[in-house]
């Protein structure tokens, strides 16, 4: 059974369960019950994956336009509080209980003026269970009773905590922050978990990855997953060899995990289980990522501890065994289901250091969604090649990749050759992350990836060619001639090497002048020329899989397009193509001649071969 079918039947199988799911109100306190002064406790793990319980007390309700924007405002105390350091990061989705009836999860923590003790914003359970019931045959809505109604006070959601002097002097609002959805990385280090988060800026990208020559709409936006106002727990534990964790034990109060990948470098986020019903719960009390229908990785995870800090506590935890999908991610929860695995792209790196001969490799399972995969393949591409090479710095990287899937005619495969006097591991990557995007934003068929591999060899030397010369026999020709020219090439910092040819100019060109190029590498489209027009799925792969790396010198013949507006609107005629395996060919050199219908009369350019020792 292919991905897609599995996604349909697990969507029927929640949407059959929904039908007959008959919420008993004995079970929930809603908003219509809610009251000024009513007492509870909520539930949330501070510490070794116990389950504490801390105090609250309702302040009052929020009560917005709508639906999504109601909450309720409750004072929180105990020592579970006290030893987090009041709402940490990780509590969000902590179930809150009145007289042993949920009303909602713990959602934002709270600044107010005229509170001293912490307080939060519980998201009421309406349109929590609206999550788990998606066909909404349970008509919950509810309205508050007006005197639990905190009339004039507006909620102002901020993404930390606010300046204790504006909150003063605003005494009508409540400051709220998401009790946030920390990510946790410990597969990520350094700038490896920088660029997950923060991504690459214009000024940082590297020219020339391979949508620049193909001409695509779409290239990859490396954003950030801090665009999606997700934060990065600033320390990782240590993965535990075993959890003792399984989903039995998941109840209202446990910890839950949404994984981005997992495997040998994982990226999820930890928060709190609201509610169960069977198998299917609500948890976290806002959205992940608002990503809507979703099929994410549900995991255990467990907490180690609860560490206080200055801007905000957090939960120190690492994500467990995949448990379940997180099928839902909306305003109000996250839901989903124990048992249905969701299939996820097999990603494979593979790290050869030739100068240590040390060879690393990472298998890691990645989520199928195309708008985060860009900074997942630049985070793992970074990761696995700083952790191999010890280093960061110059060199020469050999990259083979294989993309795999089921709705692809055939595996696209291609290889390319880089270097860089400042970084090395920007371009492999960065490369990749391009091809896959060129591919699942394509306008034909969904290529429905299973697997991306990359195998990567690097070397610290700088190995290069430079194209230093380039003259041709004459500087004027009639249609028909054949061209010869003469190039000189140096490697880095080594030896000269003369290469010649010849290059015929066709008997029907015309045009008033022609130009003589040689490059390493592919090119940008000339004034005269058109993007390539793709026919399908298959086109654009071959398009990919063909298009020269830069270990091909190309030396090419271009004419004035006739029927261009523009008298310097060039085209390629024809071309003489030498591959430098192992070597990159970089610079470029061009001669102009002229153009006549009669062959010119001018005696024949003297012959000046040179001969060099072969590389």
């Known amino acids: 059974m292919d991905r897609r079918s599995l996604f349909v039947c697990c969507v029927v199988v929640i949407a059959a369960c929904s039908t007959v799911l008959a919420y008993d109100r004995s079970e929930f306190l809603f908003l219509d019950e ?43 105390s105990g020592e579970a509080i006290g030893r987090s350091g009041g709402i940490a990061q990780g509590m969000s989705g902590s179930p809150v209980y ?25 998201t009421p359970i309406e349109p929590m269970l609206e ?55 410990p597969g990520l280090s350094g700038r490896s978990r920088d660029l997950l988060m923060d991504g690459v800026t214009a000024q940082e990208a590297p020219d020339g990855w391979i949508g620049d020559f193909l001409d695509v709409d779409v290239e990859p936006a490396f954003d950030g997953l801090s665009a999606l106002h997700l934060t990065l727990l600033p320390m990782a534990a240590a993965q535990p060899a075993a959890s003792s964790l399984d989903a039995g034990g998941l109840e209202p109060g446990s910890s839950i995990g949404v ?40 995991t255990t995870v467990s907490i180690i501890d609860t560490l206080k800090s200055f801007d905000a506590s957090f939960k120190l935890g690492t994500l467990g065994d995949t448990v379940g999908t997180i099928f839902e991610d909306r305003t109000a929860a996250i ?25 690393e490799s990472y298998e890691v399972g990645m989520i199928d969604e195309p708008h985060l995969i860009p900074e997942i393949l630049l985070a793992t591409g970074f990761e696995a090649i ?60 969904d290529p429905e990836i299973t697997r991306i591999a990359a195998s990567m060899a690097v070397t610290e030397e700088i ?31 080594g030896d000269m090497r003369v290469e010649e040819g010849e290059i015929v100019i066709p008997e029907d060109l015309f045009s008033d002048y022609v130009i003589v190029r040689a490059y390493g590498g592919p090119r940008y489209l000339e004034g005269g020329e058109t993007p390539a027009v793709f026919a399908d799925l298959a086109d654009m ?75």
Do not use: C
């Open 131 to 185: 999550v788990i019931d998606t066909a909404s045959a349970a008509q919950l809505a509810s309205a508050p009773s007006g005197p639990s109604v905190l009339r004039d006070v507006a909620v102002v959601e901020r993404l930390l905590p606010s300046d204790p002097s504006l909150v003063a002097a605003l005494p009508d609002a409540i400051f709220a922050y998401p009790v946030a959805t920390p990510l946790i990385a």
């Open 259 to 298: 994984a981005l990948t997992t495997g040998d470098l994982s990226i999820g986020a930890l928060g709190t289980l609201t509610y169960r019903d069977g198998d299917t719960l609500v948890g976290f009390g806002h959205p992940f990522i608002a990503n809507g229908a979703s099929q994410f990785p549900m």
């Open 386 to 445: 700083d952790t191999t090479l010890d280093r960061i710095g110059p060199g020469t990287v050999e990259v083979t990749y294989q993309i795999l899937g089921d709705g692809m005619p055939a595996p696209l495969e291609r290889t390319d050759i880089f270097l860089s006097s400042v970084d090395i591991a920007v371009y492999p990557p960065w490369q990749l992350a391009g091809i896959v995007a060129f591919l699942q934003y394509n306008a034909f068929d």
């Open 335 to 359: 839901g989903g289901r124990i048992g249905p695995m969701t299939d996820t792209i097999e990603l494979s790196l593979g790290v050869h250091d030739l100068d240590r001969n040390v060879t």
């Open 463 to 493: 190995k290069a060619i430079r194209i230093n010369h380039l003259e041709i026999d004459d500087w004027i020709y009639a249609p028909g001639d054949t061209i010869r020219f003469r190039l000189e090439l140096q490697t880095y910092q």
């Open 34 to 76: 809610i009251e000024v002064g009513m007492t509870g406790v909520g539930k949330t793990i501070v510490a070794q994956d116990v389950i504490d319980e801390f105090a609250v007390e309702v302040l009052g309700i929020i009560d917005q336009p709508g639906t999504l924007s109601d909450f309720i405002a409750v004072r929180v």
């Open 541 to 615: 792969i071959e398009a990919v899989e063909t298009l020269p790396s830069y270990d091909r010198l190309t030396v090419e013949l271009f004419a004035i397009d006739p029927y261009s507006p523009y008298a310097d609107a060039l085209y390629g005629v024809t071309e003489v193509t030498y591959d430098f395996p192992g070597y990159v060919v970089y610079d470029e050199w061009e001669a102009t001649a002229l153009l006549t219908e009669a062959p010119p009369t001018e005696p024949e350019a003297e012959d000046n071969t040179q001969t060099a020792p072969n590389w």
């Open 98 to 122: 009145i007289d042993g009836k949920l009303i909602g999860a713990l959602s934002r923590a709270g600044s107010w003026s005229k509170e001293i003790t912490p307080i939060g914003l519980v």
